[in-house]
């Protein structure tokens, strides 16, 4: 039995709201890391639909996008077999976890999350508890798996740090119960940016469509995005501060093509403005075209689909289940 826990795999938790269309952002920041994750640590992937609602959704949108999301999750290259991937309202403990951490989470510090209030700004009209609640719930899916490392993207950084704090709240108050998650953020690739407004990261909800590109954009689209990404008037292809929109384009090559930045810098040298964003056009649509095709494949398989996303739940719930009945003793639940 000792013995077992020294060669216990570390866990690893992440997840990706089915909202919108996905961007080379989240799959550059995210989804695409999680491939290397997954041979070495106990990984749960989830699509996270409970946080999906906290902004207004057409049902049957977020049913066809929670579909799409798996399909997509697949497509990448997620292993069924060495991942639980499931959706996150198939495993109530979230939403129960969620409540009790709840009561040990301030509004004060929910209210000054940088998300929170970029959201509230965005959507005035709809300033619901759950969005307030959003960094919680995360908290509850992160805890319940006992995780080590959580793989996101730059903006989730708060959110994983609340996790911690409310992590170590509760075992000061209760006894050891959760182990304190890190985030794993790759440098360079956790913030992609928007191909219009380089200062802003690129994401799934920009109200103009040549800042994002999206994964199920076609090659010809990906290529006019490249071309009318914003650049600056000097000539030189190098990464540094004062040239955001060019170390983005830079940023996008290297994450898609696999080269190092200075590699990169070396081949664009002397190279104009119009060609450098020809190759990075070519090289992101090359990539995304056979995930598209095998996300096209898969998503004509329902059958297979449900199957994946009910073994992913089962799995899910069994660790799921062992944390919150520990939590539900811990607080006072009576239990018989
Ligand atoms: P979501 O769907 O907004 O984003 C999914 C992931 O994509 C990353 N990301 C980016 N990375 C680099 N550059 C960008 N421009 C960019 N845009 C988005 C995000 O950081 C994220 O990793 N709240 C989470 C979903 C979630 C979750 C969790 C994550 C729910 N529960 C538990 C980890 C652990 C989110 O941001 O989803």
Redesign the pocket.
Known sequence: MEENVGIMKKTV?????P?GSL?I??F???IRNWLRLQNEYDCYF?I?DL?AITVRQEPAELRRRTLELAALYLACGIDPEKCALYVQSHVSAHAELCWILNTLTYVGEASRMTQFKDKSQKHADNINMGLMDYPVL?AA??LLYQTDF?P?????KQ?VELSRDLAERFNGRYGETFKVPEPLIVKG?????SLQDPAK???KSDENPNASVFLSDDRDTVIRKFKRAVTDSDNRIVCSEEKPGISNLLNIYCAFSGHTMSEAEASFSGMGYGDFKLAVGEVVADVLAPIQAEQKRLLADKKYLTEVLQGGAERAFKTARRTLSKVCRKVGFYRE
């Open positions: 938790y992440s997840a990706v709201q909202t961007t952002g989240n550059v920041g995210a989830a996270a946080h995360m899916d992160i959580v996101v993207g730059a903006d989730q959110h690739e956790a913030r992609i940016c990261k690129m994401s």
